[in-house]
């Protein structure tokens, strides 16, 4: 006969079993790798070369692209360092990224990578854009890369809003400014685009989930555990509704880290005028296989944007 005793501890246990396994699936949403601030050299993955090129990094961190002789190499793009505080006062690091001045379509994008790496492993992920004409800032998170500060969700989305308001008080022509984001920044995008669509003209997001608790439950195998013990700050399928500017959705079918019904959900929950791309191939993959496809339904959808097209 089980006793309330026995009840408990059964209780217990399973409740510890589950708190273990809620705090794997934290990864999902959470994996920084931060550079010390010291470093002086760093290791970047060009995806559309396909190479790894090792990188000279002054104390502000601007890189020098460097072949084996030394020798400077011409990237086709100009990077610059840049710096800007979040609301908690941690700096957060950023590269931009332009193309040669003769090739500038005119457009900007915001990139917001996904849940791991930091710039120097996420900024290839854009050059097949800038290739097109398209200046792009990517900033770190906070705890990601050079940005100081502890990464959490709550953080992530304060560092979206930060970047976002960075960038428009350059003062620099931007042109049309597109917010594009990965995977977790995917998610993130919406979110930021929503409550600030005054300083965008359009919504990307590729390969994105439509909320932290579809996530969990999608993929943390602890059923309706997951939804229950993930705490949803915010949601990008609620968002995406209340967002009335062009938005394109990209995603994979064969995606096989976020399934792709989660990009149809979004796709689902957003106003018109919006598009749905499907494409194949990997995760967040878009920009390698499918650049002028992305880049067409881009420029067309600020087609007119900021007094005539990008």
Same mark, same amino acid.
């Given at each position: =006969?089980?006793?309330?005793?026995?009840?408990?501890?059964?209780?217990?246990?399973? !409740?510890?079993? !589950?708190?273990? +396994?809620?705090?794997?699936?934290?990864?999902?949403?959470?994996?920084?790798?931060?550079?010390?601030? &010291?470093?002086?050299?760093?290791?970047?993955?060009?995806?559309?070369?396909?190479?790894?090129? +090792?990188?000279?990094?002054?104390?502000?961190?601007?890189?020098? @692209?460097?072949?084996?002789?030394?020798?400077?190499?011409?990237?086709?793009?100009?990077?610059?360092?840049?710096? @800007?505080?979040?609301?908690? #006062?941690?700096?957060?690091?950023?590269?931009?990224?332009?193309?040669?001045?003769?090739?500038?379509?005119?457009?900007?994008?915001?990139?917001?990578?996904?849940?791991?790496?930091?710039?120097?492993?996420? %900024?290839?992920?854009?050059?097949? /854009?800038?290739?097109?004409?398209?200046?792009?800032?990517?900033?770190? %998170?906070?705890?990601?890369?050079?940005?100081?500060?502890?990464? &959490?969700?709550?953080?992530? *989305?304060?560092?979206?809003?930060?970047?976002? *308001?960075?960038?428009?008080?350059? #003062?620099?022509?931007?042109?049309?400014?597109?917010?594009?984001? +990965?995977?977790?920044? #995917?998610?993130?995008?919406?979110?930021?685009?929503?409550?600030?669509?005054?300083?965008?003209?359009?919504?990307?997001?590729?390969?994105?989930?439509?909320?932290?608790?579809?996530?969990?439950?999608?993929?943390?195998?602890?059923?309706? @555990?997951?939804?229950?013990? &993930?705490?949803? =700050?915010?949601?990008?399928?609620?968002?995406?509704?209340? @967002?009335?500017?062009?938005?394109?959705?990209?995603?994979?079918?064969?995606?096989?880290?976020?399934?792709?019904?989660?990009?149809?959900?979004?796709?689902?929950?957003?106003?018109?005028?919006?598009? /749905?791309?499907?494409?194949?191939?990997?995760?967040?993959?878009?920009?390698?296989?499918?650049?002028?496809?992305?880049?067409?339904?881009?420029?067309?959808?600020?087609?007119?944007?900021?007094?005539?097209?990008?």
């Amino acid at each position: =006969m089980c006793t309330a005793h026995d009840l408990f501890r059964m209780i217990l246990v399973a !409740t510890c079993a !589950t708190l273990l +396994q809620a705090c794997a699936f934290n990864g999902l949403f959470l994996s920084p790798e931060p550079i010390p601030a &010291t470093a002086s050299t760093a290791t970047v993955k060009d995806h559309t070369k396909k190479v790894v090129i +090792q990188v000279e990094l002054d104390p502000l961190h601007q890189p020098t @692209f460097r072949n084996e002789q030394g020798e400077v190499l011409d990237m086709g793009y100009a990077i610059t360092s840049r710096f @800007f505080p979040n609301e908690r #006062g941690h700096m957060l690091h950023a590269w931009y990224i332009t193309p040669l001045a003769a090739a500038s379509n005119g457009a900007t994008l915001l990139f917001f990578h996904g849940n791991s790496g930091n710039v120097t492993t996420n %900024y290839s992920m854009m050059l097949p /854009f800038v290739e097109r004409g398209y200046s792009v800032l990517i900033p770190d %998170y906070s705890g990601y890369g050079f940005s100081e500060g502890k990464a &959490t969700r709550r953080h992530v *989305k304060e560092d979206g809003i930060a970047a976002l *308001k960075y960038l428009r008080g350059t #003062g620099e022509d931007l042109g049309a400014l597109i917010l594009y984001g +990965q995977s977790l920044g #995917g998610h993130l995008a919406p979110c930021v685009a929503a409550e600030h669509q005054d300083l965008i003209d359009a919504l990307v997001v590729e390969g994105a989930f439509s909320s932290h608790d579809d996530v969990a439950v999608a993929l943390a195998k602890l059923g309706f @555990f997951a939804r229950w013990m &993930t705490r949803e =700050m915010y949601s990008a399928k609620r968002s995406i509704a209340e @967002f009335h500017k062009p938005v394109l959705v990209v995603h994979s079918r064969e995606d096989a880290t976020i399934p792709s019904a989660m990009g149809e959900r979004l796709f689902g929950a957003a106003n018109e005028p919006k598009t /749905f791309l499907p494409i194949d191939q990997c995760h967040v993959c878009g920009p390698f296989y499918y650049p002028d496809s992305i880049s067409d339904h881009m420029l067309r959808m600020v087609e007119g944007a900021r007094g005539g097209t990008p």
